[in-house]
């Protein structure tokens, strides 16, 4: 089959009939129109060109090539220009539900590059439980769903599109702050926020306490906020220690209002997955936020070690 590349030189051929003019037009030299012309009447076994002394004339199967060639580019030109016009114009809502403190503060910075490719298209995110986020992205209430949780369903799609870890900060003028290091003994003794029971920083900070022989009823809870930035203040209130998402906490890390320690044998992580439905239709700014999501995911996997994500 031809290209449109070489019905491009067969056109310019036909229009000047003269290979050498065909070429300049074309910035390629006169035999590679040659050898393309040749191509094409060997492809479908007929003279497009008659050559009489010093003149050349298109045969009747050229003139039916170069009118059905027209057709064909002017086709080919409009696609693209369609499908450029349908790239520009995308435009539409999208509702995404986030049930995770991690979630809500990747989404802003991933909407931000993704507006700037489709600035027509708007993002609302609602932060709620995690069943009820998953809830309502089964019943098509929400378009996405951000959960630190997978949840098996088959009407749901998911990718997993972050990692968070999970960090002990206290206030920069506790005692382990010379250290900065302690054991996870050492955390039965010292004033204790958590997040309330059943929140997936809970589930994933008590299983890896129960790894180290340490159960809930040991600690020393003062408070259960169901916040994390309230956890935060109250750190930096100096009421207690936390485990909260290092990515909730980067700014008051930064500050300097806190600081992190080291729990010795004790890393605590939690992947942020990120669903769809499989039985709603998805529109097609729904569907340029999926992929955008599948490549940043891709780009992400494919840093080197050490990169950030």
Known sequence: MLTLQELEVFLAAAEYKNFSEAGRQLHVSQSAVSQTIQKIESHYGTKLFLRTGHSMELSG???LLMALAKELLANATRLEETMAAMHASI????NIGCS????????PRLIADFREQYSQVRLDVYVGGRESVIHKVIEGTYN???SSKLIEHPELEYVRFFTDEIALIAPADHPWAKYRRVLPDDLLDTPLILREKGSGTSEVLFEGLRL???VPE????VMILGNTEAIILAVEEKIGVAFVSRLAAQRSLESGRCI???VEGLTLKRDLFIARSRHYPADRSQIKFWQFLKDRIAATSAEPSGSAS
């Open 61 to 63: 199967a050229g003139e």
């Open 218 to 221: 040991m600690l020393n809870v």
């Open 100 to 107: 995770t403190t991690s979630g809500k503060y990747l989404l």
């Open 260 to 262: 992190e320690i080291e």
């Open 212 to 214: 180290n022989d340490i």
């Open 91 to 94: 435009a539409g809502k999208i």
């Open 144 to 146: 996405f769903g951000v």
